[in-house]
Protein backbone atom coordinates (compact mmCIF):
# COMPACT_ATOMS: atom_id res chain seq x y z
CA UNK A 1 0.00 0.00 0.00
CA UNK A 2 1.51 3.26 -0.76
CA UNK A 3 2.92 5.46 1.87
CA UNK A 4 0.49 8.14 3.04
CA UNK A 5 -2.58 5.51 3.20
CA UNK A 6 -4.17 4.89 6.80
CA UNK A 7 -2.57 1.06 6.67
CA UNK A 8 0.79 2.81 5.76
CA UNK A 9 0.73 5.60 8.47
CA UNK A 10 -0.62 2.87 11.60
CA UNK A 11 2.05 0.75 10.36
CA UNK A 12 4.87 3.57 11.09
CA UNK A 13 3.21 4.89 14.45
CA UNK A 14 3.70 0.91 15.33
CA UNK A 15 7.10 0.44 14.17
CA UNK A 16 8.22 3.78 16.16
CA UNK A 17 6.16 2.58 19.26
CA UNK A 18 8.46 -0.88 18.68
CA UNK A 19 11.59 1.06 18.55
CA UNK A 20 10.55 2.94 21.98
CA UNK A 21 9.71 -0.56 23.51
CA UNK A 22 13.00 -1.89 22.31
CA UNK A 23 15.03 0.52 24.44
CA UNK A 24 13.16 -1.05 27.28
CA UNK A 25 13.84 2.28 29.33
CA UNK A 26 12.83 5.82 29.29
CA UNK A 27 14.36 7.45 25.60
CA UNK A 28 15.45 10.73 24.67
CA UNK A 29 14.05 11.79 20.78
CA UNK A 30 18.01 11.83 19.88
CA UNK A 31 18.49 8.26 21.09
CA UNK A 32 15.29 6.87 18.83
CA UNK A 33 16.10 9.18 16.08
CA UNK A 34 19.53 7.54 15.82
CA UNK A 35 17.78 4.03 15.44
CA UNK A 36 15.09 5.12 13.42
CA UNK A 37 14.35 4.62 9.33
CA UNK A 38 11.87 8.14 9.50
CA UNK A 39 13.29 11.56 8.88
CA UNK A 40 13.32 13.74 12.16
CA UNK A 41 10.08 15.29 11.29
CA UNK A 42 8.29 12.30 10.55
CA UNK A 43 9.44 10.75 13.72
CA UNK A 44 8.05 13.63 15.71
CA UNK A 45 5.38 13.75 13.91
CA UNK A 46 4.64 10.08 14.86
CA UNK A 47 5.93 10.22 18.43
CA UNK A 48 3.52 12.85 19.12
CA UNK A 49 0.23 10.90 17.74
CA UNK A 50 1.44 8.52 20.03
CA UNK A 51 1.51 10.64 22.90
CA UNK A 52 -1.78 11.85 21.86
CA UNK A 53 -3.74 8.80 21.85
CA UNK A 54 -2.11 7.60 25.12
CA UNK A 55 0.11 5.07 24.09
CA UNK A 56 3.25 6.50 24.60
CA UNK A 57 3.93 9.00 27.50
CA UNK A 58 6.22 12.09 27.41
CA UNK A 59 8.64 13.31 30.37
CA UNK A 60 9.22 16.93 30.15
CA UNK A 61 11.50 16.69 32.83
CA UNK A 62 13.71 14.37 31.49
CA UNK A 63 12.94 14.78 27.50
CA UNK A 64 12.38 11.02 27.63
CA UNK A 65 9.00 9.00 26.15
CA UNK A 66 8.14 6.06 27.69
CA UNK A 67 5.42 3.37 27.03
CA UNK A 68 1.81 5.25 28.07
CA UNK A 69 -0.87 4.03 30.56
CA UNK A 70 -3.22 3.39 27.13
CA UNK A 71 -1.13 1.10 26.14
CA UNK A 72 -0.32 -0.96 29.56
CA UNK A 73 -4.08 -1.28 30.10
CA UNK A 74 -4.51 -3.00 26.49
CA UNK A 75 -1.34 -5.15 27.43
CA UNK A 76 -3.28 -6.29 30.07
CA UNK A 77 -6.35 -6.72 28.00
CA UNK A 78 -4.15 -8.91 25.43
CA UNK A 79 -2.38 -10.99 28.06
CA UNK A 80 -6.01 -12.66 29.65
CA UNK A 81 -7.69 -13.01 26.17
CA UNK A 82 -4.79 -14.18 23.67
CA UNK A 83 -2.36 -15.13 26.12
CA UNK A 84 -2.29 -18.92 27.41
CA UNK A 85 -0.73 -17.10 30.40
CA UNK A 86 -4.09 -16.81 32.38
CA UNK A 87 -4.85 -20.44 31.59
CA UNK A 88 -1.45 -22.17 32.43
CA UNK A 89 -0.73 -20.25 35.31
CA UNK A 90 -1.74 -22.73 38.41
CA UNK A 91 -0.10 -25.38 35.78
CA UNK A 92 3.00 -23.70 35.84
CA UNK A 93 2.92 -23.94 39.73
CA UNK A 94 2.71 -27.61 39.94
CA UNK A 95 5.76 -27.92 36.98
CA UNK A 96 7.69 -25.93 39.00
CA UNK A 97 7.05 -27.40 42.37
CA UNK A 98 7.94 -30.78 40.85
CA UNK A 99 10.79 -30.51 39.03
CA UNK A 100 12.50 -27.49 41.08
CA UNK A 101 13.90 -26.48 38.12
CA UNK A 102 13.05 -22.81 35.61
CA UNK A 103 9.97 -23.25 34.04
CA UNK A 104 8.76 -21.33 30.89
CA UNK A 105 5.72 -20.45 28.67
CA UNK A 106 6.20 -19.44 25.19
CA UNK A 107 4.16 -18.60 22.03
CA UNK A 108 5.46 -17.49 18.93
CA UNK A 109 5.47 -13.83 18.26
CA UNK A 110 5.68 -13.47 14.01
CA UNK A 111 9.01 -15.38 13.83
CA UNK A 112 10.42 -15.12 17.52
CA UNK A 113 9.26 -16.53 20.74
CA UNK A 114 7.52 -14.44 23.29
CA UNK A 115 8.40 -15.51 27.05
CA UNK A 116 4.33 -14.99 28.54
CA UNK A 117 5.15 -16.98 31.43
CA UNK A 118 8.42 -17.82 34.15
CA UNK A 119 8.72 -19.88 37.12
CA UNK A 120 12.24 -19.17 38.99
CA UNK A 121 14.02 -22.23 39.93
CA UNK A 122 14.52 -23.02 43.22
CA UNK A 123 18.04 -21.49 43.34
CA UNK A 124 17.42 -19.22 40.69
CA UNK A 125 20.26 -19.25 37.79
CA UNK A 126 20.28 -15.89 36.02
CA UNK A 127 19.63 -16.31 32.45
CA UNK A 128 18.07 -14.13 29.18
CA UNK A 129 14.16 -15.39 29.63
CA UNK A 130 12.02 -13.16 31.20
CA UNK A 131 8.27 -13.28 30.83
CA UNK A 132 6.97 -10.36 28.11
CA UNK A 133 10.72 -10.75 26.79
CA UNK A 134 10.70 -11.35 23.21
CA UNK A 135 14.00 -13.82 21.87
CA UNK A 136 14.79 -15.63 18.94
CA UNK A 137 13.26 -19.08 17.30
CA UNK A 138 15.83 -21.14 15.87
CA UNK A 139 18.21 -21.26 18.47
CA UNK A 140 15.84 -22.05 21.81
CA UNK A 141 14.26 -25.07 22.74
CA UNK A 142 10.38 -23.58 23.07
CA UNK A 143 10.71 -21.97 19.64
CA UNK A 144 12.34 -24.96 17.89
CA UNK A 145 9.63 -27.40 19.26
CA UNK A 146 6.85 -24.58 17.93
CA UNK A 147 8.55 -24.91 14.42
CA UNK A 148 8.46 -28.11 14.27
CA UNK A 149 4.92 -28.41 14.81
CA UNK A 150 3.93 -26.04 12.40
CA UNK A 151 2.53 -26.61 9.13
CA UNK A 152 5.00 -27.08 6.28
CA UNK A 153 3.83 -24.19 4.16
CA UNK A 154 4.30 -21.55 6.95
CA UNK A 155 8.09 -22.75 7.76
CA UNK A 156 9.77 -21.33 5.40
CA UNK A 157 8.37 -16.78 5.97
CA UNK A 158 9.65 -17.81 9.23
CA UNK A 159 12.52 -19.34 8.69
CA UNK A 160 13.57 -16.63 5.96
CA UNK A 161 13.52 -13.74 8.84
CA UNK A 162 15.79 -15.95 11.33
CA UNK A 163 18.82 -13.82 12.13
CA UNK A 164 20.74 -16.59 12.02
CA UNK A 165 23.17 -15.03 14.82
CA UNK A 166 25.95 -17.64 16.02
CA UNK A 167 25.56 -17.74 19.75
CA UNK A 168 27.57 -20.06 20.90
CA UNK A 169 29.30 -22.97 18.97
CA UNK A 170 26.11 -24.84 19.23
CA UNK A 171 24.07 -22.70 17.46
CA UNK A 172 22.33 -23.64 14.64
CA UNK A 173 22.90 -21.00 12.19
CA UNK A 174 21.59 -22.01 8.01
CA UNK A 175 17.86 -23.05 7.37
CA UNK A 176 18.92 -26.98 6.40
CA UNK A 177 20.80 -27.39 9.70
CA UNK A 178 17.30 -26.40 11.49
CA UNK A 179 15.05 -28.20 9.15
CA UNK A 180 17.12 -30.97 9.58
CA UNK A 181 17.02 -30.63 13.58
CA UNK A 182 12.66 -29.95 13.44
CA UNK A 183 12.05 -33.25 11.56
CA UNK A 184 14.16 -34.85 14.34
CA UNK A 185 12.09 -32.92 17.01
CA UNK A 186 8.81 -33.72 15.32
CA UNK A 187 9.92 -37.91 15.39
CA UNK A 188 10.72 -37.73 18.88
CA UNK A 189 8.28 -35.01 20.22
CA UNK A 190 10.69 -32.83 21.56
CA UNK A 191 13.07 -30.28 21.57
CA UNK A 192 16.81 -29.36 23.43
CA UNK A 193 18.23 -26.06 23.70
CA UNK A 194 22.05 -27.65 23.94
CA UNK A 195 23.65 -24.84 24.90
CA UNK A 196 22.40 -23.23 21.79
CA UNK A 197 21.97 -19.53 23.06
CA UNK A 198 23.93 -19.03 26.01
CA UNK A 199 26.77 -21.01 26.99
CA UNK A 200 25.35 -23.08 30.21
CA UNK A 201 22.12 -23.16 29.64
CA UNK A 202 20.30 -26.41 28.55
CA UNK A 203 16.57 -27.39 28.68
CA UNK A 204 14.12 -29.50 27.44
CA UNK A 205 10.66 -28.13 26.02
CA UNK A 206 7.40 -29.47 24.70
CA UNK A 207 4.61 -28.39 22.34
CA UNK A 208 0.91 -27.16 22.92
CA UNK A 209 -1.35 -28.39 20.49
CA UNK A 210 -4.79 -27.81 20.08
CA UNK A 211 -6.84 -30.94 18.98
CA UNK A 212 -6.32 -30.13 15.19
CA UNK A 213 -2.75 -29.74 16.34
CA UNK A 214 -1.88 -26.30 15.81
CA UNK A 215 0.39 -24.56 18.15
CA UNK A 216 -0.90 -22.71 20.87
CA UNK A 217 2.36 -22.60 22.37
CA UNK A 218 5.26 -24.51 24.04
CA UNK A 219 6.51 -25.16 27.62
CA UNK A 220 9.83 -26.27 28.81
CA UNK A 221 12.38 -26.95 31.49
CA UNK A 222 15.14 -25.20 31.70
CA UNK A 223 18.39 -25.94 33.90
CA UNK A 224 22.27 -25.39 33.60
CA UNK A 225 25.23 -28.04 32.46
CA UNK A 226 26.78 -27.47 36.35
CA UNK A 227 23.46 -29.09 37.95
CA UNK A 228 22.20 -31.40 35.17
CA UNK A 229 22.04 -32.90 31.92
CA UNK A 230 19.99 -33.18 28.32
CA UNK A 231 19.59 -36.90 29.60
CA UNK A 232 18.19 -36.16 32.96
CA UNK A 233 16.00 -33.22 31.51
CA UNK A 234 14.69 -35.76 29.00
CA UNK A 235 13.03 -37.78 32.19
CA UNK A 236 10.80 -35.02 32.73
CA UNK A 237 9.33 -35.25 29.58
CA UNK A 238 6.49 -37.35 30.94
CA UNK A 239 5.10 -34.80 33.37
CA UNK A 240 6.03 -31.89 30.82
CA UNK A 241 3.58 -33.65 28.82
CA UNK A 242 1.05 -34.13 30.86
CA UNK A 243 0.80 -30.83 32.01
CA UNK A 244 0.86 -29.26 28.14
CA UNK A 245 -1.85 -31.31 27.49
CA UNK A 246 -3.51 -30.05 30.57
CA UNK A 247 -3.21 -26.73 29.45
CA UNK A 248 -4.24 -26.99 25.68
CA UNK A 249 -7.54 -28.90 26.71
CA UNK A 250 -8.79 -26.27 28.85
CA UNK A 251 -7.47 -23.74 26.13
CA UNK A 252 -9.74 -25.36 23.96
CA UNK A 253 -12.52 -25.20 26.61
CA UNK A 254 -11.84 -21.35 26.15
CA UNK A 255 -11.18 -21.81 22.77
CA UNK A 256 -8.01 -20.48 22.46
CA UNK A 257 -7.72 -18.74 19.27
CA UNK A 258 -5.57 -20.55 16.36
CA UNK A 259 -5.76 -18.29 12.74
CA UNK A 260 -8.93 -16.20 12.32
CA UNK A 261 -10.67 -17.50 15.66
CA UNK A 262 -11.84 -15.10 18.49
CA UNK A 263 -10.87 -15.93 22.28
CA UNK A 264 -14.84 -16.33 23.78
CA UNK A 265 -16.01 -19.09 25.86
CA UNK A 266 -18.20 -22.22 24.28
CA UNK A 267 -21.57 -21.98 25.05
CA UNK A 268 -23.04 -24.57 27.34
Known sequence: MAAGSSDGTVAKALEALDL?????????????LEHSPYPKATLYRLLQTLVSQGMLAYEADRGCYTMGI???RLAHVAWAQSSLAPIARPHLDRLSSEVGETVHLAQLDHAQVLYVDKRNAREPVHMYSQAGKVGPAYCTGVG???LAYLPDAQLPALLAQQSWHRFTDNTLTTPDALQAELATIRARGFAFDAEEHEPGIICVALPILSSRGGVLGALSVTSTTSRTSLDALEGLVPVISDIARTIAQEAETWR????????IRKKA
Do not use: I, N, T, W
Not at 22 to 31: Q, Y
Not at 256 to 263: C, L, S, V
Open 70 to 72: RLV
Open 144 to 146: KVM
Open 20 to 32: VAAFGRPVRFSDL
Open 256 to 263: FPEEGAHP
